[in-house]
T-cell receptor, first 110, second 113 residues
């Protein structure tokens, strides 16, 4: 079935450093979504990418969808302690469900 | 995600007991989903329902059961047949099966003693 690989599994950064997480699929995706889960919380929708080569920005967050629509990345510029959490990519399954990557857990040292 | 509630937030169960987790949404969404999350893992689909009175098994349905008698409610029962039930359970909904964004409830953390 559909799978999406996400790396790295963990990332520890000093506050102010940049952070990037990557998702890859072996098949072409119709779209990809990104979610953030704070420690002890639930996933919260961040953004959806649909178009080949699409780049979207939300303040310090930059989301990219690859030209072949098989990969995506989330980049955070100058991390802050409020960025702590696990970032998931997700793709649509055949039954309307979401198939999640395993997530990248970000920790930020003040 | 503000329109989805799950209760209780924390639940403790003895081995051999069935337990039901509540999920209610007031978003008028047709589709609802149950996911399980284990530490350091992504979310795995347990059951889903695209419309009232209909539901389908997800990837890890064994040991679980659901019902969808009302549009706004999708309770999950964790039965004694589930071998490793301790996990974080998340309910989600979206406007329709073809819709995109899923909205998650706050989750129920189940611990089997």
């Amino acid at each position: 079935g559909q799978q999406v690989m996400q790396i790295p599994q963990y990332q520890h950064v000093q506050e102010g450093e940049d952070f990037t997480t990557y998702c890859n699929s072996s098949t072409t995706l119709s779209n990809i979504q990104w979610y953030k889960q704070r420690p002890g919380g639930h996933p919260v929708f961040l953004i959806q990418l649909v178009k080949s080569g699409e780049v979207k920005k939300q303040k310090r967050l930059t989301f990219q969808f690859g030209e072949a629509k098989k990969n995506s990345s989330l980049h955070i510029t100058a991390t802050q302690t409020t960025d702590v959490g696990t970032y998931f990519c997700a793709v649509g399954g055949s039954q309307g469900n979401l198939i999640f990557g395993k997530g990248t857990k970000l920790s930020v040292k003040p | 995600d503000g329109g989805i509630t799950q209760s209780p937030k924390y639940l403790f169960r003895k081995e051999g007991q069935n337990v039901t987790l509540s999920c209610e949404q007031n978003l008028n969404h047709d589709a609802m989903y149950w996911y399980r999350q284990d530490p350091g893992q992504g979310l795995r689909l347990i059951y889903y329902s695209q419309i009232v009175n209909d539901f389908q098994k997800g990837d890890i349905a064994e040991g679980y059961s659901v019902s969808r008698e009302k549009k706004e409610s999708f309770p999950l029962t964790v039965t004694s047949a589930q071998k490793n039930p301790t996990a974080f359970y998340l309910c989600a909904s979206k406007r329709s099966a073809g819709g995109d964004t899923q909205y998650f409830g706050p989750g129920t953390r189940l611990t089997v003693l």
